[in-house]
């Protein structure tokens, strides 16, 4: 499904709203929820939104478990964390209980930090199917999404969970969730805005079927629901 809107100001609260839902139904149906998160600047926004006075009552945060879709193989305090941004605009000002938050272990080697958090999903989910609630994603304008960059072997990916990945094209380790982890989600969300995303959103959405050069196109949820957030810039091409 495809929401348009007609500008960041307008996409924003209503993808929080959208998660505001979410957080409810599944608390309701199996009381928590499993929430995966997407770094970088869009992302930030909206979590600074979902701690805002408007929206920080509307769910029951102790119910919530925060996870990654991706992490850079920095330290957790380096300005390119994912946990870091998460953390400062998220975690922090709702007092989230470290135990609900499942950082990547960048401590460790690449290989070893993409196994221990596979671990640890899959101990949450009491080593049954790992099936998040929902996971929030972005687009990059080179049409990658989490870490599955073009031309990269993690695309390729159908047994592990997590995988580790060294992407040339950024020059450092990634850790990310696999594609079919992410497909096996009740709920995907993709936060798109902005005329720069405009073409890696065609490619997506109406192109042919080209995965090495458009990683994106391998976001087809098994069972659940995928929803595309845009604002009208960013959805210009397709239109």
């Not at 839902?21 to 998160?37: D, I, R």
């Not at 600074?48 to 006075?53: A, F, I, K, M, N």
């Not at 953390?87 to 930090?113: G, M, Q, R």
């Not at 580790?164 to 992410?182: G, K, Q, S």
Request: aromatic fraction near 10%; include cysteine.
């Amino acid at each position: 499904m495809i929401h348009i809107f007609k500008n960041p100001e307008a996409v924003l609260p209503a993808i929080a709203d959208f998660i505001v839902a979410a957080a409810k139904a599944s608390v309701k149906e199996s009381g928590l929820f499993n929430f995966v998160l997407s770094g970088g600047s869009s992302p930030k926004k909206l979590y600074e939104l979902l701690t805002s006075p408007a929206y920080r009552k509307s769910i029951d945060w102790q119910h919530v478990f925060f996870f990654f879709g991706d992490e850079r193989y920095v330290p957790l305090d380096d300005s390119n964390s994912n946990y870091r941004m998460a953390n400062e605009a998220l975690f922090t000002p709702l007092d989230i209980n470290a135990d609900h938050i499942f950082e990547v272990k960048t401590n460790l080697s690449p290989e070893e930090a993409a196994a221990d958090y596979e671990q640890r999903i899959r101990t949450h989910f009491k080593d049954g199917d790992c099936r998040f609630d929902l996971i929030l994603l972005g687009l990059g304008d080179n049409s990658h999404t989490a870490s599955l960059f073009p031309h990269t072997s993690v695309l390729h990916e159908t047994k592990a969970l997590v995988k580790e990945i060294f992407v040339d094209e950024v020059n450092m380790y990634r850790i990310t969730l696999t594609a079919p982890l992410i497909n096996a989600a009740k709920s995907i969300a993709f936060l798109v805005y902005g005329e720069g995303k405009a073409k890696a959103v065609r490619h997506i959405l109406k192109d042919p079927l080209l995965i090495e050069e458009y990683p994106a196109q391998l976001i087809k949820p098994d069972q659940g629901q995928l929803h595309w957030f845009l604002d009208e810039a960013a959805a210009s091409e397709i239109a």
